[in-house]
């Protein structure tokens, strides 16, 4: 019997994914919550829900990837789930973006969101995202980001996102000091 797998390649590593917090941030969060890190857009073809109008197809180059830097604000809240629109009425929100990278991944250009999320449980089968914003194109290919309102945090066993790459791509525990250790050290000395 011939069977075929797809083995996903981590492409962000714990170590990688803490170096773009900074040091005083992530001695805060010690022992609070996890980080993440998403894909939130890539070079290449998207097929995004448009509010009021359907499904389209969309274009996105590297240049434009590029400008999500500067687009997606540290602070943009998670939510689980799209709204009926873009505004954050009724909607709780499940975390905040802490930082954003562009980065190539597989030979795409991506922008990758890390997102702080204070409760696990609440987006642990969340592994997919989708961005909330106010776009500019021109003969369907996205030319600018005017804003980044939002990050909507879906399953893919439920949901498709519009980049074919929104993938989670790691989660890292934000732990405290490691007091079990300390107490294995003090009983090893008395």
């Known amino acids: 019997m011939k069977i075929e797998i797809q083995a996903l390649e981590m492409t962000m590593s714990p170590q990688e994914l803490k170096s773009y917090i900074p040091p005083e941030t992530l001695k805060n969060l ?33 240049s434009t990837i590029k400008k999500l830097i500067d687009k997606v604000k540290k602070g943009t809240q998670f939510f689980i789930g799209h709204g009926d629109d873009n505004s954050h009425i009724n909607r709780q929100p499940v975390g905040e973006i802490l930082n954003s990278i562009v980065k190539e991944i597989k030979g795409k250009l991506s922008n990758i969101i890390i997102g702080y999320f204070p409760e696990k449980e609440k987006v642990d089968d969340l592994d997919i995202c989708s961005m909330e914003a106010d776009i500019e194109i021109d003969n369907n290919v996205v030319t600018d980001i005017d804003t980044v309102t939002g990050i909507a945090l879906g399953s893919s066993d439920k949901d498709n996102p519009a980049f074919p790459g929104a993938f989670r791509l790691n989660t890292v525990q934000c732990f405290g000091k490691d007091t079990k250790n300390k107490n294995l050290e003090k009983e090893k000395n008395e």
């Open 30 to 62: 010690q022992g609070k919550g996890i980080l993440q890190a998403y894909i939130l857009a890539q070079e290449g073809i998207s097929s995004p829900r448009i509010l009021q109008e359907g499904t389209t197809v969309l274009t996105w180059t590297k």
